[in-house]
């Protein structure tokens, strides 16, 4: 990659057993954490996770209870704010009112004592960068959401912090703009190499934006792992469910010549891997893995199959989508190309899948309560 | 007129609205012309503030005959000079120790949890609920030679100082006052100043106290004018407390008008040095508007 030049100027930064509590409540639970320099990082989970938090306590707004941090390589623990060198992208963008978008992004600057000329061509340079050159003479208020959002991203980069936080900065504005700014986001990061750490609730923006994806929940880290491998291999069924679409279904467990399988719906399923002992069972079907057959035809042995029937058919454009029901109640989503068999509500069908996709994970009534 | 106010007034009365169809043509007729509403006090404004103020102007050009007399008078003679220049000196004092203390309550009034800006607020407003006279008599017992702040004072090892019968003593007892005017005006302006602001301000390396001078404080700013503006006028028309606290040394226009209005029935001149203090108050206000003026529009909260 032509980036390992500007790599060098993001910073690593080091968590280790962050707590932080306030009173009785627990915000971050022994929270361990490792960001490389340059690393698109996103902190995803609901809100009341940890995830801000986190943020809070990197930027120094917040202080730990106990724990490490260090950025670059030294610990940042004590050093208040104003002297971390930190760019930070607020969700309410916190412009100041009372300057112009010139004066808001030379702010930093005039604070670190730069010249007038140098300064001038800096505050220039971020604002074409965000696009918003045309924009110097404006007021906050007289601009879009938008664009007040990449004014303060222009500020929050124009003094070349090593690293740059966002606080769900997109997530006061609709979703074609949200797309859009995203892929900005993500223009930006690449140009200038620095380590960004992007909170966000949003599933989907975390994939779209990441290298790195930590996923919270109740002031713990369920997971670390590029997008692909929290949709592929969740470790945690909140992480399953947390990311993408996806169908869990419930049933009992046996063990025996080294196979695991279930009984779901009065049907035999076969599992492609172990649980520990003593974990109750779940199944996390992804709707992409899973097809539909007409009913009660014969399968192939290394599909799993279960019966049921369609509960509602959506045409996509680019495929559909099934809800089918099957005989215990429980409903399977499923995503078909447009040149399978296609069904129609009330339809007996077969729900088939690989046993190779066929994962359990452990049951854990917090994927479902914090999931509102 | 009163019904008809009654059905057309915004979440007016509820069983009203009930009879809707028959009240319906009335309701149109006010509808029609929601300015109305405003006919009250815009009476009560032209019977009590309009028609007697034309009756001062007139009179201090008329009595006792017609011409400029009254105010050859006001401005030939010195103690009226003095008693003007006075009146603003202890006016723009008031208002500074209000801002100077006002600043800071208003602040904690914003910060503070739900509970305890309730106790802030009660005791902002708890004073205005007793009487003006009651409240300036408490000072001349607090502030007298041998009152409860000399006699502390002398208790510690201090000599007295001199406050009843001082402009000092003036001014600490219409400062306390009209210090509601000040916090709830300040108190408004700052509540709606965001305090991620501060802290955006923090994270670009604005150390706390520049983060405040450099954001905060311009923010602030509005409301410091707004509550100045009314303090300062409120202050130039002060007449019980600078004439129970003050001395023949603290005299302020206001007095000198009772004087001689009521002890010397000379409408004339009193009425001349109203007019005097309304319109140089005017022309100060117009002096201080272009500082007033903002430059930006508030930023609006979600």
Known sequence: MTTSKTRERGAAIDIRNATKRYGSFTALDDVSLHIKPGEFMTLLGPSGSGKTTTLNVVAGFTDLTSGELSVGGESILGVPAHKRNIGVVFQHYALFPHMTVGKNVAYPLTLRGIEKGEREKRVRRALDMVKMADFAHRYPSELSGGQQQRVALARAIVFDPPLLLMDEPLGALDKKLREWLQLEIKRIHRELGTTFVYVTHDQEEALV?????????????????????????????????????STTLRGNAETSGGETS??????????????????????????????????????????????????????????????????????????????????????????????????????????????? | MSQ????????????????????????????????????????????????????????????PEWGLQNYVWFFSTDVNIQVLLRTFSISAWVTLVCVIAAYPYAYLMTVVGPRMRLVLILCVLVPFWVSGVVRTLAW????????????????????????IRTPTGVVIGMAQVLLPFMILPLYSVMRGIDLRLVQAARSLGARPALAFWQVYLPLSLPGVFAGAIIVFILALGFYI??????????????????????????????????????????????????????????????
């Open chain 1, 209 to 245: 934006l990441s290298d790195r994806i930590a996923v919270f929940n109740q002031g713990r880290i369920e997971q670390v792992g590029t997008g692909r491998e929290l949709y592929d291999e969740p470790a945690t069924l909140f992480v399953g469910k947390f990311i993408g679409e």
């Open chain 2, 241 to 302: 407390t600078p004439a129970l606290l003050g001395g023949p040394r603290s005299t302020m226009l206001s007095t000198l008008v009772q004087s001689q209005v009521l002890s010397l029935l000379n409408w004339g001149r009193g009425g001349a040095m109203g007019v005097v203090l309304l319109v140089s108050t005017f022309i100060l206000l117009a002096l201080a508007a272009p500082l007033m003026r903002q430059r930006h529009k508030q930023a609006s909260r979600s």
């Open chain 2, 140 to 163: 001349v017992i607090l502030l007298q030679d041998s009152g409860v702040i000399n006699s502390v004072l002398k208790a510690i090892g201090f000599g007295g100082v001199k406050l």
């Open chain 1, 262 to 372: 279930l009984t779901v719906a009065g049907q035999r399923i076969v599992a492609s891997n172990k649980l520990a002992n003593g974990a109750k069972p779940v199944i996390l079907l992804r709707p992409e893995k899973l097809s539909l057959a007409p009913g009660n035809k014969p399968q192939a042995d290394s599909q799993n199959s279960l019966t049921g029937n369609i509960s509602e058919a959506i045409y996509l454009g680019s495929g559909s989508k099934y809800q089918v029901t099957l005989r215990d109640g429980s409903v399977a989503i499923v995503r078909a190309p447009l040149e399978a068999q296609q069904f129609a509500i009330g339809d007996e069908v077969d729900l088939r899948w690989h046993i190779s996709d066929c994962k359990l994970l452990a049951d854990d009534e917090r994927a479902d309560l914090t999931l509102t």
């Open chain 2, 4 to 63: 008809t106010i009654d059905t057309t007034a915004p979440g007016g009365s509820g069983p009203r609205q009930a009879n809707g169809v028959a009240a319906q043509p009335r309701r149109w007729r006010l509808a029609a012309y929601p300015s109305l509403l405003a006919l009250p006090a815009v009476l009560l404004l032209i019977a009590a503030m309009a028609y007697p103020l034309l009756t001062i102007v007139s009179r201090s050009f008329s009595e």
